[in-house]
């Protein structure tokens, strides 16, 4: 879902955000960037790689692209300045800024370039060529994700999420789907993508009302109570679910039965999907999956937790394991993966 697009017109504070004096919205929207805007046809510096679109969203369409120049690979993100009927080239902006702000750290997607046209903003983007960790979440055993692979790709994430709380940016649709990686077979490092709802949290302006998607939204989100940091943690606890077991912890038959688990925090953590998990597995997710967000860890917390600190056999033991007998004591046990009517989406 994506939220109405703010008015141009609104007051602007400034704000010092890592080192840096930036200028926001009242609703937390960065208004400056760095990167210069390209108005020369894109089409003669970058070539269209052909095959299937890399993805596709409400108002923007990711396709791959080789730069001619250095033949290079990038995803270029297609977005459309005007939605329904309003202009939005702020929202892309703001998106534009915060990717520029998250330059230093390793785990968010890399912008290099962004061009302009009558209707359309391009942002050319690091290519992530291993896709979004969602195929892998609801792959069947062989191909899903071993605890070991989540608690390495978990830490990148949450070091990638604690870079941006530092920053004073709340991401506010972390999802499978915004998740990539480097490469997916040998699995690879993760980025994170799609700043298209995130903003600034400052402590003098208060932010409510922005959805996410519905499985992996808070609480606070339904109940239209402030948005913080916190806000994005909850997320992080249902991607540890979905990316430990395949399937998702909130989701219902419809939109209203998916709230109402959410905000009835009705989850279970004894289904069979999270059977052979580490005890500690189990408690991270709790420690994230509560409705009071200052009792949630923050994501350097996170980074603390006893899940997170026992060491992981490495990235090459989901080939053997995938590739020797089952039951073998080279490949860890088979983690039960049957799928249930809650699947992620
Ligand atoms: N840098 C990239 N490399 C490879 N694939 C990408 C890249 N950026 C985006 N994609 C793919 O395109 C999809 C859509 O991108 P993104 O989420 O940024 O667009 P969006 O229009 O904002 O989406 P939504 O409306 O779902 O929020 C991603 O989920 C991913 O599959």
């Known amino acids: 879902m994506i939220p109405e697009c703010p008015r141009s017109s609104e007051t602007r504070t400034p704000i010092r955000c890592q080192g840096a004096d930036l ?18 046809p894109f089409n003669e510096h970058y070539s269209l790689i052909p095959g299937k679109e890399l993805g596709r969203g409400k108002f923007a369409v990711v396709k791959k692209y080789v730069e001619k120049q250095t033949g290079k690979e990038y995803a270029a993100k297609f977005m459309r300045k005007r939605r ?23 785990w ?20 992530a060529a291993g896709g979004e960790i969602f195929h892998q979440c609801v792959a069947e055993r062989e191909e899903a994700f071993r605890e070991a692979d989540v608690k390495r790709l978990m830490r990148q994430i949450l070091e990638g999420v604690a870079f941006l709380h530092r920053s004073s940016v709340v991401h506010l649709d972390l999802k499978p789907q915004n998740i990539l990686l480097t490469s997916e077979d040998p699995l690879g490092d993760i980025k994170i993508v799609d700043f298209g709802l995130s903003r600034m949290v400052s402590s003098s302006q ?18 239209y109570e402030p948005i913080s940091t916190a806000t994005d943690m909850w ?52 420690s ?58």
């Open 23 to 40: 200028t926001q919205t009242r609703s937390g929207l960065l208004s400056e960037i760095k990167t210069p805007i390209k108005t020369e």
């Open 108 to 127: 968010v997607i890399n912008l290099h370039q962004v061009y302009e046209t009558a209707n359309e903003m391009i942002l050319v983007l690091e290519y």
């Open 235 to 286: 997320s992080i606890g249902v991607l540890a679910y979905v990316m430990l077991t395949g399937t998702s912890p909130f989701l219902g038959d419809d939109k209203q039965e998916t709230f109402l688990n959410i905000s009835q925090i009705n989850i279970s953590y004894t289904e069979e999907e999270l059977e052979g998990l580490e005890p500690s597995a189990i408690q991270f997710m709790k």
């Open 206 to 223: 208060e932010l409510r009302e922005i959805m996410g998607t519905p499985e992996y939204v808070a609480p606070e989100i339904l109940n």
């Open 288 to 345: 994230l999956l509560i409705k009071e967000p200052q009792a949630r860890a923050t994501a350097e917390a996170c980074l603390q937790h006893p899940w997170l600190q026992q060491p992981t056999e490495g990235k090459e033991e989901r080939k053997e394991a995938t590739e020797g007998e089952p039951n073998s004591p080279a490949s860890p046990p088979p983690r039960r993966r049957k799928r249930r009517r809650r699947k992620a989406s």
């Open 84 to 106: 329904k009927g309003q202009d939005c080239r702020l929202e892309i902006i703001h998106e534009i800024a915060v990717l520029e702000l998250a330059t230093a750290s390793p």
